[in-house]
């Protein structure tokens, strides 16, 4: 089975479906790996690497399309280059379905089965093959290095001999895969970040970031479906254009990143706002490609308006074609294993991540998949105890229980001090009794508020601590052997019992709410 790699003919496109890092991955499950010549040398992967991997390098266009069994490609083909696809075969690349019927159209026409890679659930299971993301994370990173390239001062804060350098204020909305990974790398660059998005579970992401998670006053979760948000309410909106219009006025750079799923990008900077920043100030529009967050972008186009820069770039991954093939490869590489080796491959539409990004079955519409029916239904009833459970206890106390454990005792004792001095008796009562009381509040006291570890140590140090008391007999202590090891023990064990202490209130110091 033919597995090719045709290259990318899209207008300033410089990475590859596949890195030669995953030509041995394919090759295990079976397939013979061809790649077009020149295909990785805009990603800095020359045919040598391929061939060295273990690839077939063809150089005919023609013949790479016509071939392949299986088409692994990044950007949609053009009309032309479905009209090359072998009739039946299948093509694996983004498909953005919604706005290319016409390809669609062509593709069913020729018994295409495709699948896109942008159609893949955002679901747990499916988070290796999320080829958004991972482009999304490359976005985000890169959008801070044109920002940094556009900005005239330093995003760190310097203290120098020249002079003071302030460091640089970044606001970001959105702080989704992109945007988190915007707030990663300006922070890592010195500057302050600020971050906004209409979900409040991502606060605690923000902040593990080191960036400030800007809230409104608004009880109102914006948390969608596939991890991205939802429209908001006229009154939220208001709130947080509000809240725009005043960070507009502060920071230095803005990076936006707010997209919805089949609509218009929502425009959260205006015209107004754009004049209200500070000269030199930066605008990155991560939602260019959808129409952009700030009313002033212009997709594919950087410039200048009102003295603040305006980045529209729809390329932003492409910039970084190295290591955006490695992880689209490492995408493909997942997915395609999900389909099987050449001997069991096979389109399941059982499975919720295939049928999820399939678009044409042999050439027949498979888009959208059908919604994924969340039960409702009220979880079940614990089942009631086994018969022997119920036997156990009709059928009277255990022989372990505490009441015979305590008569067992008594006899040992009994037994032990019949002639026994009465030294041996008291040290020996003490210590039984030390050891029940121990148990019966150790084991009574739930995990989470004392961890059984630090519980049985502390048991064990409170034992210690009697006996080393009961040791340090006699008016001269210091002078007697065993009186000197009693109170080495009651050192040893007084600071184990209050470190126990000491670490516990710590851990329960975290769940507290602040």
């Known amino acids: 089975m033919k597995l090719c790699i045709p290259k990318e003919t899209h207008a300033a496109e410089k990475r590859v479906a596949i890195s030669p890092d995953n030509v041995s991955a394919f090759a295990k499950l079976g397939y013979e790996v061809r790649v077009e010549s020149g295909a990785g040398e805009s990603a800095h992967f020359p045919d040598s690497t391929y061939e060295s991997a273990g690839a077939t390098i063809v150089s005919d266009t023609t013949e790479i399309w016509g071939q392949a069994d299986l088409l692994l490609k990044l950007n949609p083909p053009t009309l032309e280059e479905a009209s090359l696809i072998r009739e039946g075969a299948t093509l694996i690349s983004f498909a953005y379905p919604a706005r290319n019927e016409d390809l669609l159209k062509a593709l069913g026409d020729r018994k295409i089965t495709f699948l896109g890679m942008d159609c893949v659930p955002r679901i747990s299971r499916a988070q290796s093959m999320d080829a958004l993301s991972s482009m999304a994370n490359v976005a985000g990173y890169r959008a801070v290095v044109e920002a940094s390239h556009r900005f005239g001062r330093f995003f760190t804060g310097q203290i120098t001999a020249a002079g003071k350098v302030p460091p640089a204020k970044i606001l970001v909305i959105g702080a989704g895969v992109a945007g988190l990974a915007a707030?990663?790398?300006?922070?890592?660059?010195?500057?302050?970040?600020?971050?906004?998005?209409?979900?409040?579970?991502?606060?605690?992401?923000?902040?593990?970031?080191?960036?400030?998670?800007?809230?409104?006053?608004?009880?109102?979760?914006?948390?969608?479906?596939?991890?991205?948000?939802?429209?908001?309410?006229?009154?939220?909106?208001?709130?947080?254009?509000?809240?725009?219009?005043?960070?507009?006025?502060?920071?230095?750079?803005?990076?936006?990143?707010?997209?919805?799923?089949?609509?218009?990008?929502?425009?959260?900077?205006?015209?107004?706002?754009?004049?209200?920043?500070?000269?030199?100030?930066?605008?990155?529009?991560?939602?260019?490609?959808?129409?952009?967050?700030?009313?002033?972008?212009?997709?594919?186009?950087?410039?200048?308006?009102?003295?603040?820069?305006?980045?529209?770039?729809?390329?932003?991954?492409?910039?970084?074609?190295?290591?955006?093939?490695?992880?689209?490869?490492?995408?493909?590489?997942?997915?395609?294993?999900?389909?099987?080796?050449?001997?069991?491959?096979?389109?399941?539409?059982?499975?919720?991540?295939?049928?999820?990004?399939?678009?044409?079955?042999?050439?027949?519409?498979?888009?959208?998949?059908?919604?994924?029916?969340?039960?409702?239904?009220?979880?079940?009833?614990?089942?009631?105890?086994?018969?022997?459970?119920?036997?156990?206890?009709?059928?009277?106390?255990?022989?372990?229980?505490?009441?015979?454990?305590?008569?067992?005792?008594?006899?040992?004792?009994?037994?032990?001090?019949?002639?026994?001095?009465?030294?041996?008796?008291?040290?020996?009562?003490?210590?039984?009794?030390?050891?029940?009381?121990?148990?019966?509040?150790?084991?009574?006291?739930?995990?989470?508020?004392?961890?059984?570890?630090?519980?049985?140590?502390?048991?064990?140090?409170?034992?210690?601590?009697?006996?080393?008391?009961?040791?340090?007999?006699?008016?001269?202590?210091?002078?007697?052997?065993k009186s000197i090891l009693a109170g080495v023990a009651i050192f040893l064990a007084t600071i184990n019992v209050a470190g126990g202490f000491l670490v516990t209130h710590r851990m329960l110091k975290m769940f507290r709410k602040e």
């Open 183 to 481: 707030i990663g790398a300006a922070r890592n660059m010195g500057a302050i970040v600020r971050a906004f998005d209409t979900r409040p579970a991502v606060k605690e992401e923000v902040k593990s970031l080191g960036g400030e998670f800007l809230e409104l006053d608004f009880e109102e979760d914006g948390s969608g479906s596939g991890g991205y948000a939802k429209v908001m309410s006229k009154e939220f909106i208001e709130a947080e254009m509000k809240l725009f219009a005043e960070q507009a006025e502060e920071v230095d750079v803005i990076i936006t990143t707010a997209m919805i799923p089949g609509k218009k990008s929502p425009v959260l900077i205006t015209e107004d706002m754009v004049k209200s920043m500070k000269r030199g100030s930066v605008i990155v529009d991560l939602a260019a490609e959808g129409g952009g967050n700030c009313e002033l972008t212009e997709p594919g186009e950087a410039k200048v308006v009102h003295g603040v820069n305006v980045l529209g770039y729809t390329d932003l991954p492409s910039r970084l074609p190295t290591q955006s093939s490695r992880l689209y490869g490492n995408n493909l590489v997942k997915l395609v294993h999900l389909l099987g080796q050449v001997d069991e491959f096979s389109i399941n539409q059982e499975d919720e991540v295939v049928r999820g990004a399939l678009v044409l079955d042999e050439g027949k519409l498979s888009w959208p998949p059908p919604k994924v029916e969340v039960s409702q239904k009220p979880a079940q009833p614990k089942q009631s105890a086994s018969p022997v459970s119920e036997e156990k206890k009709a059928g009277g106390a255990s022989i372990f229980s505490p009441g015979m454990m305590l008569g067992a005792l008594a006899l040992i004792l009994l037994a032990l001090g019949w002639k026994g001095e009465n030294e041996f008796l008291d040290q020996l009562t003490v210590f039984v009794l030390a050891c029940f009381v121990g148990y019966m509040v150790v084991w009574n006291v739930s995990p989470s508020l004392h961890t059984p570890l630090m519980s049985v140590t502390n048991a064990i140090s409170g034992i210690i601590l009697i006996g080393g008391m009961l040791f340090v007999t006699g008016a001269e202590p210091w002078a007697d052997t």
